[in-house]
């Protein structure tokens, strides 16, 4: 905050003469700068704090500057990483850190031919039900570890189905689909996009794509951005650092 901010901001419990003796700034500097318009670059600024800030607690304050910086992109909002990092430090805002990752879920098929990527880090979507993002990951539970498959709707941001079980098998993400399309009927020629795990590219999964009217798509190795919204839910979900219960 600069030292005029600062006179602003304080002026309500302090007088602006004493503030500016105190500081050693002249009043007239402090007016001057008082009465400067506001530039094209601080009304922007100001706009998206404001977005930021949304998505912030959206998130319930779990977000860090990367995953705020997704989803500005996935809202079509085009901006520096770098200056959402400022604007945030600058507004206070921090995310949620978790531990190192340790198990690992996509494991690939060398065999198979995984689908081309239809979405190319654009995750918008204009109605419902039009692109689905799906991953497996781990939680930790009082009796081991348990694997969660879900699905997003990227529209939305909802999770439309899932499945949790103790094994990696193809059966996993396809109760997952089974929930999901049961539950949202989708019209035919929606995209669901994952990356190229091997529950993912095995022939019966890419069946009961077909059978549902589902079109795949499958990121690139090796980059979470490009299904950056399903790595969001997964960072979120983890950073609050709690064991299930199974019942």
């Given at each position: 905050?600069?030292?005029?901010?600062?006179?602003?901001?304080?002026?309500?419990?302090?007088?602006?003469?004493?503030?500016?003796?105190?500081?050693?700034?002249?009043r007239?500097?402090?007016?001057e700068?008082?009465?400067?318009?506001t530039s094209?670059?601080?009304?922007e600024?100001?706009t998206?704090?404001?977005?930021?800030?949304?998505?912030?607690?959206?998130?319930?304050?779990t977000?860090?500057?990367?995953?705020?910086?997704?989803?500005l992109?996935?809202?079509?909002?085009?901006?520096?990483r770098?200056r959402?990092?400022?604007?945030?430090r600058?507004?206070?805002l921090?995310?949620?850190t978790?531990?190192?990752?340790?198990?690992?879920?996509?494991?690939?098929?060398?065999?198979a031919?995984?689908?081309?990527?239809?979405?190319?880090?654009?995750?918008?979507?204009?109605?419902?039900?039009?692109?689905?993002?799906a991953?497996?990951?781990?939680?930790?539970?009082?009796?081991?570890?348990?694997y969660?498959?879900f699905?997003?709707?990227?529209?939305?941001?909802?999770?439309?189905?899932?499945?949790?079980?103790?094994?990696?098998?193809?059966?996993?993400?396809?109760?997952?689909?089974?929930?999901?399309?049961?539950r949202?009927n989708?019209?035919?020629?929606?995209?669901?996009?994952s990356?190229?795990?091997?529950?993912?590219?095995?022939?019966?999964?890419?069946?009961?794509?077909?059978?549902?009217?589902i079109?795949?798509?499958?990121?690139?190795?090796?980059?979470?951005?490009d299904?950056?919204i399903?790595?969001?839910?997964?960072?979120?979900l983890?950073?609050?650092?709690?064991?299930?219960?199974?019942k």
């Amino acid at each position: 905050m600069s030292i005029y901010r600062f006179i602003d901001a304080e002026k309500a419990s302090y007088p602006v003469s004493a503030l500016c003796r105190v500081l050693r700034i002249s009043r007239s500097g402090y007016y001057e700068w008082k009465d400067r318009p506001t530039s094209n670059r601080e009304r922007e600024n100001a706009t998206l704090t404001e977005r930021i800030r949304e998505i912030h607690q959206r998130s319930r304050e779990t977000y860090g500057y990367p995953r705020v910086h997704a989803e500005l992109r996935a809202l079509g909002v085009r901006c520096n990483r770098k200056r959402v990092a400022r604007l945030m430090r600058k507004d206070g805002l921090r995310g949620c850190t978790r531990g190192r990752r340790r198990k690992h879920t996509t494991r690939q098929d060398p065999l198979a031919i995984p689908a081309p990527d239809l979405v190319d880090r654009n995750f918008c979507a204009p109605a419902p039900d039009r692109l689905w993002t799906a991953d497996i990951t781990h939680l930790p539970t009082d009796e081991g570890f348990l694997y969660l498959a879900f699905i997003l709707d990227v529209y939305s941001r909802k999770v439309v189905g899932w499945s949790m079980a103790s094994h990696l098998r193809s059966e996993l993400v396809a109760a997952a689909l089974e929930m999901a399309t049961r539950r949202r009927n989708p019209s035919a020629g929606l995209i669901h996009h994952s990356d190229r795990g091997a529950q993912y590219t095995a022939l019966s999964f890419g069946k009961k794509l077909e059978q549902a009217g589902i079109v795949p798509s499958m990121s690139r190795v090796g980059s979470a951005l490009d299904n950056a919204i399903s790595e969001s839910f997964v960072s979120t979900l983890k950073a609050h650092r709690r064991q299930y219960t199974c019942k």
